[in-house]
């Protein structure tokens, strides 16, 4: 339990670091750019992927081109999110995306449909548009730039893309460690040519927003490998590594972002909330 634990942790320590980039006017775009170097030289290390010619042959090169240019667009999607919602909405946001996963599952990849399913999905939609509203109270002035409702369905809609796309990766085989190291080093060469546009229009390199790309990059590798770690340790229990990293961030978040950063919310997204928390758990059920 203690992978799945950490997993948790370092996952709402993603979602603070970005939130920090505001709070710190560090450049986002150049923190997701050196998160992946930090997270593919991470992966090299500890996971050491297959980079002979037959491992990287088997890869699906579609796929794992797709997710190159998606995992950084996301990374910023999630920044911006994290900014203008706060740590709470936007980790629930991108935990319910598993609504979205879930219906791919019936529609793409022909799985039944149970009564635990029909009942998170009963629960979620209205959980997701409950945590969209708006609160009233005052807001910072980092959330005050509007769109909150707009980056948090690109959570939602982005999660659930990166969830389809590593299951058809995985369907049609090839390592794991190669695929994700690939898709690492894909993501900085990408994510690298926009800053390097960026900068030929007059942005400035800025060396604190290097520093924090790094950190966030390990706690993103962190996050990924610890949960990897908590599936094989709990392979004879998958339902409890679902619900505990669910649960657990959405939890979690919400005593940090309430609890800690005071970020406003209103009674309809705590509603959402509890809602969010009741889905995960009924679609644990049928896992």
């Not at 390592?175 to 960026?198: E, I, K, N, P, Y």
């Not at 927003?209 to 770690?229: C, H, M, P, T």
């Not at 990293?245 to 009674?267: D, F």
Request: with cysteine.
């Amino acid at each position: 339990m203690h992978f799945l634990a950490l997993a948790v942790c370092f996952s709402v320590a993603v979602s603070w670091w970005l939130r920090q980039a505001a709070a710190w006017r560090l450049d986002l775009g150049q923190m997701v750019w050196w998160n992946y170097a930090a997270a593919g030289a991470a992966c090299l290390w500890l996971l050491h992927p297959r980079l002979d010619r037959h491992a990287l042959a088997a890869l699906p090169w579609g796929l794992v081109l797709l997710l190159g240019v998606v995992l950084p667009g996301l990374f910023v999607i999630m920044g911006r999110a994290v900014r203008s919602a706060g740590i709470v909405r936007a980790d629930t946001a991108q935990r319910l995306s598993l609504l979205l996963s879930l219906l791919a599952a019936f529609t793409l990849f022909r799985q039944r449909i149970d009564a635990w399913q029909w009942l998170g999905l009963a629960l979620g939609l209205p959980a997701l548009a409950a945590m969209l509203a708006r609160p009233r109270a005052a807001v910072s002035a980092a959330q005050r730039g509007g769109g909150s409702a707009l980056w948090l369905c690109a959570v939602w809609l982005g999660y659930a893309l990166v969830d389809v796309l590593l299951k058809l990766v995985a369907l049609r085989g090839g390592d794991f460690g190669t695929t994700l190291q690939s898709s690492f080093v894909l993501a900085f060469v990408f994510m690298g040519a926009a800053q390097l546009w960026r900068m030929a229009r007059g942005a400035r390199a800025d060396v604190r927003s290097l520093g924090a790309g790094l950190l966030l990059g390990l706690l993103n590798f962190a996050d990924i490998d610890l949960y990897v770690r908590a599936h094989i340790s709990l392979h004879a229990n998958p339902a409890v590594v679902f619900a505990g990293m669910n649960l657990g961030v959405i939890a979690l978040s919400a005593l940090l972002g309430m609890g800690l950063l005071r970020e406003p919310t209103s009674r309809v997204n705590r509603l959402g909330l509890v809602l969010a928390g009741l889905a995960v758990a009924a679609l644990a059920q049928s896992a």
